[in-house]
């Protein structure tokens, strides 16, 4: 399969969106020899995105409500700048019936399906409906349009349970909760709403049987405006974390031939029956214990983020082959599938706190070579609490699976990303995991092998710590120093030379080897608040140098808390928006009540009573809070 030629062509393309997509979908207009045309908002002034259009355009302040998400702002952006298409890459408005009709009224190309197809498959309600109507399976649920909470309380109870809860707009998993039995359905409900609404600006639910062991397929659909729709192949997506997407691969692995053809012919068959034009997913699921068994679930009406495995597998540009199709091109015929591509999402994020996102600047970030890397960061980007925490993603390819996965183990193993908590190590853990190695996958793998072990650091990485305190004295001038970790520092280098104290993330203070042994090949890096930051083999650690006096006040603070059960305060886990208060001022709670729920990065978490108490509330919904702010403090009698 070519790309196909087009009936027209444009010399200028914006690209709605941010980070690794805009990155990516830049390089190929440049290929093509096409202008691009980026949008920022105040917090990606400095983005690499940004740095690497031909011409940028800042559309807002940070909140994405405010800018990547303002149709306004995207087509006078368009319009200031000549460009005749608007690619929408995937998130924000790349399933926006808005942005297609506000393209279509001022002349301006909308690189995605038509509008009928997004009204109908970027539904998942009514998605569901539809592919019924052209019978297409689907699994046991409803729509909860227009029903109060008593009345969806029936109705799941005729569907059965545990059921799944997930917003009607969007994707991504956002929003989506289990519920296990009917006392649970109430609070799922509202927060699968708050979230909905949040990200996608509509709060529909439609709930779902939970199927206990799924396997998430997916199967990449492309259509064109003279009536051809083609199936290139399918994905396997089933290695998931609270419904997000972890490791991906092209093809999948290892189900039947015949339901293989089953997923293409339903897949095709779906897309058609909308008329569907460009890039597009359809998602099923398949019971892994009866994998005869396939279920559509929704469509995604744009390209996946793990388009690149399919890319591999084919030799297919997919985001030139969108703008051809979007200029009038006709497809040819499905691409052959060889060989074998696996895909690793590199987030912001903490597995050892419970994958609590991480925010901060990147104070190196070295890609690994021999293997496809796309990247949102390089060196010195920020990463906030306003977007996706995926920072970059890996793509290992080969002739079959297992080489395939050994490469992308080995090539996370040589990924450096310093100044942000990342999951790299627990990619790593995946990818050597019997079970994934065997392709006996299901979606609630990943929960089996939770909680992680916090590791200490390795003696080489130590080591490296320790180099890095003992060399500042010979790397900084004694302002320069000063400004950049204060009396820290010189205690350190003045005193200990030869043996360096640091305080983990944990909590625990460790003592460092001396500097004279041999050299340590992991990066280190430290940042503006003298902590040392160290990575080897993919895994990285935060430490913080402590002088003799912050060693004794650390080991009174850890006494303190020892002889205390547990601390009156309510801590947030990390920075972000309150987005929810679960009780009132003066109420009186057990602990592990849900107190309020904090928002970063698209994801919601509660912070809970640490203890039983009364509560006192120190934020309120719409309060910006960082990590390890008080949100609530709680008394008893005894206090």
């Known amino acids: 399969m070519t790309t196909p030629s087009a009936s027209r062509e444009f010399d200028t393309v914006l690209v709605a969106n941010r980070g690794e997509i805009a990155r990516r979908i830049i390089r190929t207009l440049q290929t093509m020899g096409i202008r691009s045309v980026a949008v920022y908002s105040d917090a990606d002034a400095d983005a690499p995105h940004?740095?690497?259009?031909?011409?940028?355009?800042?559309?807002?302040?940070?909140?994405?409500?405010?800018?990547?998400?303002?149709?306004?702002?995207?087509?006078?952006?368009?319009?200031?700048?000549?460009?005749?298409?608007?690619?929408?890459?995937?998130?924000f408005l790349s399933e926006s019936v808005g942005l297609a009709e506000a393209c279509a009224e001022s002349g301006v190309v909308f690189i995605g399906p038509p509008i009928d197809a997004l009204q109908i498959m970027g539904d998942k309600a009514k998605a569901r409906d539809h592919v019924v109507r052209s019978g297409v399976p689907v699994v046991p649920g409803f729509d909860a349009r227009g029903?109060?909470?008593?009345?969806?309380?029936?109705?799941?109870?005729?569907?059965?349970?545990?059921?799944?809860?997930?917003?009607?707009a969007g994707g991504g998993g956002k929003g989506m909760e289990v519920v296990e039995t009917p006392a649970g359905l109430s609070a799922a409900l509202a927060s699968a709403r708050r979230v909905a609404l949040s990200a996608f600006g509509d709060d529909s639910l439609i709930l779902e049987r939970l199927i206990r062991r799924p396997r998430h397929i997916e199967v990449q659909?492309?259509?064109?405006?003279?009536?051809t729709v083609l199936a290139l192949g399918e994905r396997e997506c089933t290695l998931q974390r609270r419904h997000q997407k972890v490791i991906e691969e092209a093809p999948s692995a290892g189900i039947p031939d015949t339901t293989r053809d089953r997923l293409l012919e339903a897949a095709?068959?779906?897309?058609?029956?909308?008329?569907?034009?460009?890039?597009?997913?359809?998602?099923?699921?398949?019971?892994?214990?009866?994998?005869?068994?396939?279920?559509?679930?929704?469509?995604?009406?744009?390209?996946?983020?793990?388009?690149?495995?399919?890319?591999?597998?084919?030799?297919?540009?997919?985001?030139?082959?969108?703008?051809a199709v979007a200029a009038g091109g006709r497809l040819d015929s499905a691409p052959t599938v060889r060989g074998h591509a696996v895909e690793a999402r590199v987030y912001a994020e903490s597995p050892e706190r419970g994958f609590l996102p991480s925010t901060g600047r990147i104070l190196l970030f070295d890609p690994p070579q021999g293997v496809r890397v796309d990247a949102a960061v390089e060196t010195g980007s920020e990463v906030t609490g306003f977007?996706?925490?995926?920072?970059?993603?890996?793509?290992?390819?080969?002739?079959?699976?297992?080489?395939?996965?050994?490469?992308?183990?080995?090539?996370?193993?040589r990924t450096v990303v310093l100044g942000v908590d990342t999951n790299i190590a627990f990619l790593r853990l995946l990818c050597r995991d019997e079970r994934v190695r065997a392709g006996d996958l299901d979606t609630g793998l990943i929960e089996t092998l939770l909680p992680l072990d916090d590791e200490p650091p390795s003696p080489t990485m130590l080591m490296a710590a320790s180099r890095a305190v003992s060399h500042v004295d010979d790397s900084l001038g004694e302002a320069r120093r000063a400004r950049r970790?204060?009396?820290?520092?010189?205690?350190?280098?003045?005193?200990?030379?030869?043996?360096?104290?640091?305080?983990?993330?944990?909590?625990?203070?460790?003592?460092?080897?001396?500097?004279?042994?041999p050299r340590s090949r992991a990066a280190v890096a430290t940042d503006v608040d003298g902590g040392v930051w160290v990575s080897e083999d993919g895994r990285t650690v935060h430490l913080r140098p402590l002088d003799r006096r912050a060693r004794m006040l650390h080991r009174l603070q850890a006494r303190e808390q020892r002889e205390t059960e547990s601390g009156p305060e309510a801590r947030a886990p990390m920075p972000g928006s309150v987005v929810a208060v679960h009780v009132r001022d003066g109420d009186v709670v057990t602990a592990g009540t849900p107190l309020i729920s904090i928002e970063a990065m698209k994801m919601e978490h509660p912070v809970l009573a640490p203890h039983d108490g009364t509560v006192h509330l120190t934020v309120a919904v719409g309060d910006q809070v960082r990590r390890d702010q008080q949100v609530a403090h709680m008394t008893t009698e005894e206090n």
């Open 50 to 91: 940004v740095r690497e259009a031909d011409d940028a355009v800042r559309i807002g302040p940070a909140p994405v409500a405010e800018s990547y998400l303002d149709i306004d702002a995207v087509i006078a952006a368009a319009r200031a700048t000549g460009a005749q298409a608007i690619h929408p890459g995937y998130g």
């Open 147 to 168: 029903l109060s909470d008593a009345e969806i309380a029936e109705e799941a109870d005729a569907v059965g349970y545990p059921l799944l809860v997930k917003p009607s």
């Open 221 to 227: 659909v492309f259509g064109d405006t003279h009536g």
């Open 268 to 323: 095709t068959q779906a897309a058609a029956s909308v008329s569907y034009v460009g890039a597009g997913t359809v998602e099923f699921l398949i019971d892994a214990d009866a994998p005869d068994q396939v279920f559509f679930i929704e469509m995604n009406t744009r390209l996946q983020v793990e388009h690149p495995v399919t890319e591999e597998v084919t030799g297919l540009d997919l985001v030139a082959l969108q703008i």
């Open 387 to 413: 977007y996706d925490p995926m920072i970059a993603k890996v793509i290992a390819f080969a002739d079959d699976r297992s080489t395939a996965l050994r490469r992308l183990d080995e090539a996370l193993g």
């Open 485 to 517: 970790a204060g009396r820290v520092w010189e205690s350190l280098t003045r005193h200990d030379r030869r043996e360096v104290w640091f305080l983990t993330d944990r909590g625990e203070v460790i003592c460092a080897p001396g500097t004279d042994g």
